[in-house]
């Protein structure tokens, strides 16, 4: 077969550099955005930010706290100079048995004048340094301080000793000749610290050890009992059996079990710092003339423009730029991108509140079943950039701050031929469980039977589903004396 030469036509969908910045842009939350712009400032000199506007967002941050969506969750962190606790040897003890590990509360630290001071803080109140100050103030002697406070540092963030003793001697210096009594001592000294039900190896040794710490009387050693002997039925709501075995009556028992219910399970959680994440919403949502109005979020959005020295030079020297040529296309790439990712933003955030009228008027049972589809069709946008639009980025509501995400949901049919919104089902169980009589509480066929009545069809095990994302646990569990 001899060579030839042919000539064919054809098309293909090719991403240019521009546009797929523009896609991963759209794609990033407020905060990643920030965070990829400070590294296009540090790389282009074309580019600047406008004066008076800061990179700190944070005074018009919103908190993430319970008015944000699930989605906002908060993560937590160990408090400061904490180490994270494993199956490694907590510490060490030097040759007189003192206990030396550089994690301690009572290690030096550097001075450093840039060091946050709410780091100093955190590191200053963690719940090792807590029970350190206490054994440093106790009557012990090295050996058995030394023995303590290294059970100390075995200890999770809850306060709990995961570890059996046997587990732990072997970690013990030989030399020093410990013995599981010499463990089992020092134990008791670490649950006689403060907070009570510090050093407990399960949840109910830790509320047995609250209650012991607590001045002696009828409701404290009934509440006493019934955790020795009869937490499993407690936790299974078997107030009779209770009642049966122990002889009280219903008030002691009401009594003891809201005593039981105070206490703490997690006692070194109090000790413990959490990182606060701050939500900074894209957009701002009021009813202005009747109508709900979107707008864009002013601290929200980055100002950016091209630097004046570096383009007069530009200009001044056309032919011989070279890279400042091209930086000068990147940053101008970068502005028209950012600007027209807010404008998207704003196109979408306009058209959910456009449908989601009545939810802004009366609240979750209002929220009507929605979905990207229908807001894609709407602004002529393709699905997968409705979804790259409604993903962390937040809105700020009078009914508090939410993700786009929020205001679409599956849907459940009704009666009549129409569609109920899976949040506004969420929320009509929610007010039905806060209204029910707590000695008998709805079942979830009584829920399903309820909501039923008021045309919206949905099954038991839906119900079931939807109660457990709201975090209500079942009948049995709510029931009360």
């Given at each position: 077969?001899?060579?030839?030469?042919?000539?064919?036509?054809?098309q293909?969908?090719?991403?240019?550099p521009?546009?797929?910045?523009?896609?991963k842009?759209?794609?990033?939350?407020?905060?990643?955005?920030?965070?990829?712009?400070?590294r296009?400032?540090l790389?282009n000199?074309?580019?600047e930010r406008?004066d008076?506007?800061?990179?700190?967002?944070?005074p018009?941050a919103?908190?993430?706290?319970?008015?944000?969506?699930?989605s906002?969750?908060q993560a937590?962190a160990?408090?400061?100079?904490?180490?994270?606790?494993?199956?490694?040897e907590?510490?060490?003890?030097?040759?007189?048995?003192?206990?030396?590990?550089?994690?301690?509360g009572s290690?030096n630290?550097?001075?450093?004048?840039?060091?946050?001071f709410q780091?100093?803080?955190a590191a200053?109140?963690s719940l090792?340094?807590?029970?350190?100050?206490?054994v440093s103030l106790s009557p012990l002697?090295d050996r058995?301080?030394a023995?303590v406070?290294?059970?100390i540092?075995?200890l999770?963030?809850?306060?709990?000793?995961?570890?059996?003793l046997?587990?732990?001697?072997?970690l013990?210096p030989?030399?020093?000749?410990?013995?599981?009594?010499?463990?089992?001592?020092?134990?008791r000294?670490v649950q006689?610290l403060d907070?009570a039900g510090?050093g407990?190896?399960n949840?109910?040794e830790?509320?047995?050890l609250?209650?012991?710490?607590?001045?002696?009387?009828?409701?404290?050693?009934?509440?006493?009992?019934?955790?020795?002997?009869?937490l499993?039925?407690?936790a299974?709501?078997n107030?009779?059996r209770i009642?049966?075995a122990?002889g009280?009556?219903?008030?002691?028992?009401?009594a003891?079990h809201?005593?039981?219910c105070?206490?703490?399970p997690h006692?070194?959680?109090?000790?413990?710092v959490?990182e606060t994440r701050?939500i900074?919403?894209?957009?701002?949502?009021?009813?202005?003339?009747?109508?709900?109005t979107v707008s864009l979020?002013p601290?929200?959005?980055p100002?950016l423009?091209?630097n004046?020295?570096?383009?007069?030079i530009?200009q001044?020297n056309?032919?011989?730029g070279?890279a400042?040529?091209?930086?000068l296309?990147?940053?101008?790439?970068?502005?028209k991108?950012?600007?027209?990712?807010?404008?998207?933003?704003?196109r979408?955030s306009?058209?959910?509140v456009?449908?989601q009228?009545?939810?802004?008027d009366?609240g979750?049972v209002a929220?009507?079943?929605?979905?990207l589809r229908?807001?894609a069709?709407?602004?002529?946008?393709?699905?997968?950039?409705?979804?790259?639009?409604?993903?962390?980025k937040?809105?700020?509501?009078?009914r508090?701050v939410?993700?786009?995400?929020?205001?679409?949901?599956?849907?459940?049919?009704?009666d009549?031929g129409g569609?109920a919104?899976?949040t506004?089902?969420?929320a009509?169980?929610?007010q039905?469980?806060?209204?029910?009589?707590r000695?008998k509480?709805?079942?979830?066929?009584?829920?399903a039977e309820?909501?039923?009545?008021q045309?919206?069809?949905?099954a038991r095990?839906t119900i079931?589903?939807y109660?457990?994302s709201l975090?209500?646990?079942?009948?049995?569990l709510r029931?009360?004396?």
């Amino acid at each position: 077969m001899k060579p030839s030469l042919q000539l064919k036509i054809s098309q293909h969908l090719t991403l240019t550099p521009q546009l797929q910045q523009s896609i991963k842009l759209l794609q990033l939350s407020t905060l990643e955005l920030n965070q990829e712009l400070e590294r296009f400032l540090l790389e282009n000199p074309m580019l600047e930010r406008e004066d008076g506007d800061g990179s700190d967002f944070a005074p018009g941050a919103a908190p993430a706290s319970s008015s944000t969506t699930d989605s906002g969750s908060q993560a937590e962190a160990p408090a400061a100079g904490e180490e994270p606790q494993g199956e490694s040897e907590p510490a060490n003890f030097d040759e007189a048995g003192e206990w030396s590990s550089a994690s301690s509360g009572s290690s030096n630290r550097d001075d450093d004048d840039d060091t946050d001071f709410q780091e100093l803080q955190a590191a200053g109140t963690s719940l090792r340094d807590h029970l350190d100050q206490q054994v440093s103030l106790s009557p012990l002697s090295d050996r058995d301080r030394a023995l303590v406070r290294f059970l100390i540092e075995a200890l999770d963030e809850d306060g709990y000793l995961n570890q059996s003793l046997e587990e732990l001697l072997p970690l013990l210096p030989p030399e020093l000749e410990y013995d599981l009594d010499d463990l089992a001592i020092a134990l008791r000294h670490v649950q006689h610290l403060d907070p009570a039900g510090i050093g407990a190896r399960n949840p109910q040794e830790c509320l047995s050890l609250q209650l012991r710490a607590m001045s002696r009387g009828a409701t404290r050693d009934l509440a006493l009992r019934i955790v020795d002997e009869y937490l499993d039925l407690l936790a299974e709501r078997n107030f009779v059996r209770i009642k049966r075995a122990t002889g009280c009556d219903d008030d002691a028992l009401r009594a003891a079990h809201a005593l039981i219910c105070s206490l703490d399970p997690h006692p070194g959680s109090q000790h413990s710092v959490q990182e606060t994440r701050y939500i900074l919403p894209d957009v701002i949502v009021r009813k202005l003339r009747g109508r709900w109005t979107v707008s864009l979020n002013p601290e929200a959005m980055p100002k950016l423009r091209i630097n004046s020295l570096y383009a007069s030079i530009l200009q001044q020297n056309r032919g011989s730029g070279g890279a400042l040529t091209s930086q000068l296309q990147e940053a101008r790439w970068l502005i028209k991108n950012v600007q027209q990712r807010f404008d998207t933003i704003l196109r979408v955030s306009q058209a959910i509140v456009d449908q989601q009228r009545q939810f802004f008027d009366y609240g979750d049972v209002a929220m009507r079943p929605l979905t990207l589809r229908e807001i894609a069709d709407q602004l002529e946008l393709h699905e997968s950039t409705v979804s790259r639009v409604t993903t962390q980025k937040f809105m700020a509501t009078p009914r508090g701050v939410f993700e786009l995400k929020y205001f679409f949901g599956s849907h459940v049919a009704t009666d009549t031929g129409g569609a109920a919104s899976s949040t506004a089902i969420r929320a009509l169980i929610r007010q039905l469980v806060e209204a029910e009589d707590r000695k008998k509480p709805l079942s979830d066929a009584k829920i399903a039977e309820l909501l039923g009545q008021q045309g919206i069809v949905v099954a038991r095990r839906t119900i079931a589903k939807y109660r457990e994302s709201l975090n209500i646990p079942p009948v049995s569990l709510r029931k009360t004396i």
